[in-house]
């Protein structure tokens, strides 16, 4: 028999349903890393073999309960879309003690043997200069058969955008926003010496007479070379920028991507 039982971690937005040997976790409304969180507090609780259903909105949602899973060691059954909300279906495995009261411990225990060979990076700034650096680091390290993640979030996110113009649906405030914001890695300024935008232009000019690859370039042959770059969900959301407005071949992901993939890399660098 179905019943609904509100906790005090879950009350206003989240539900908490048994339906049968199902337990369902209703986490729509909630931004990164709160359906991650609300998976964990409740996992801990049950018995091992116990499968959850989780219903979100985030679009980063799959691709974090993919890596959380990959993480704890717990099992992946499947995921669907359904109209406008994120299914995945979880068992609780046997990999993993579910039983700590904090995210980090339960993702520490009793992980499988990694090689820890990859390389990861947080890009938060918009700046042209630092933009350059990550890529030549991503793509030198791609060059070497290693797995690349470049996580962007807050103004790392322009650089991913699409230099045209893309119709998209905003309210006046994300609109205002993005106005205000550089359209794309053509329109990035420098940390240093920008002057009115003219730095950046004697930048890329002596990057031309020097055989050097400019950004947009760097970005390509980073594709090429199989980078992965993952937009941060919750960053978008507070910079009002669209999934339509990012360049092709961008991942949406939350925390727990990042996370995996740091968990995973024996470098994380901060950009």
């Not at 103004?155 to 359209?183: A, E, F, S, T």
């Not at 420098?190 to 050097?212: H, T």
């Not at 991942?251 to 470098?267: C, R």
Request: proline share 3%; net charge positive.
């Amino acid at each position: 028999m179905e019943h609904e039982n509100h906790t005090s971690e879950t009350k206003d937005k989240t539900d908490i349903m048994v339906n049968g040997n199902i337990v369902k976790i209703d986490a729509r409304g909630l931004q990164c890393p709160g359906p991650i969180v609300q998976v964990f507090q409740t996992m801990k609780n049950l018995a091992e073999g116990s499968v959850v259903e989780v219903t979100a909105t985030d679009p980063g949602f799959l691709n974090d309960i993919r890596s959380w899973c990959e993480t704890t060691g717990n099992e992946l059954l499947k995921t669907e879309k359904r109209a406008d909300a994120y299914i995945a279906y979880i068992r609780k495995g046997t990999k993993s003690e579910v039983s700590d009261n904090s995210f980090s411990s339960c993702c520490a225990q009793e992980l499988p043997a990694r090689s820890a060979d990859e390389k990861t990076m947080v890009v938060f700034s918009g700046d042209l200069d630092k933009a350059i650096a990550a890529f030549i680091i991503a793509n030198g390290a791609a060059s070497t058969g290693k797995p690349v993640t470049m996580f962007f979030t807050f103004w790392g996110l322009n650089i991913l955008r699409k230099d045209q113009y893309v119709p998209v649906k905003k309210g006046l405030l994300d609109r205002m926003l993005g106005m205000m914001m550089p359209k794309g890695s053509k329109n990035l300024p420098l940390s240093k010496m920008n002057m009115l935008g003219i730095g950046p232009r004697m930048i890329r000019m002596v990057m031309r007479k020097k055989n050097i690859s400019s950004l947009e370039e760097l970005i390509a042959q980073a594709r090429r070379l199989g980078v992965r770059m993952v937009a941060c969900n919750m960053s978008m959301d507070v910079m009002g920028i669209k999934k339509e407005e990012l360049i092709d071949g961008v991942e949406i992901g939350g925390v727990a991507t990042f996370l995996n993939s740091a968990e995973k890399s024996n470098m994380t660098l901060f950009i």
